[in-house]
């Protein structure tokens, strides 16, 4: 069974830092592409950043230049990496994982981070 874990999540101040950090199991090497989503209360779950296993990116304009996504293949897990946080990133985020074989998608239950003014 395939499991997403994700870790890192908390308080922060208004331009602080978090890592946000995403483990897989149960899953053979075949996997895709990998990111993260998030969901604020009333919003939809919004892209924040994914990331293919060649490493290639792709970041919602919201946070580009803010946050950095990045991938450990050896350890099946993702990362990240978000700087100068605002009241608005408050959300919680979601690891996803694409089989690169099947095209299943697979969710983690989410961590909460909340940025506070």
């Known amino acids: 069974q395939v499991q997403l874990v994700e870790s890192g999540g908390g308080l922060v101040q208004a331009g602080g830092s978090l890592r946000l950090s995403c483990a897989a199991s149960g899953i053979s090497s075949s996997i895709g592409v990998m990111g993260w989503y998030r969901q604020a209360p009333g919003n939809q779950r919004e892209l924040v950043a994914t990331?293919?296993?060649?490493?290639?990116?792709i970041y919602a304009d919201s946070v580009k230049g803010r946050f950095t996504i990045s991938r450990d293949n050896t350890k099946k897990t993702i990362y990240l990496q978000m700087n100068s946080l605002k009241p608005e990133d408050t959300a919680v985020y979601y690891c996803?994982?694409?089989?690169?074989?099947?095209?299943?998608?697979?969710w983690g239950e989410g961590t909460l981070v909340t940025v506070s003014s």
């Open positions: 990331i293919g296993s060649g490493g290639s990116t």
């Open positions: 996803n994982c694409i089989h690169a074989i099947s095209g299943n998608n697979y």
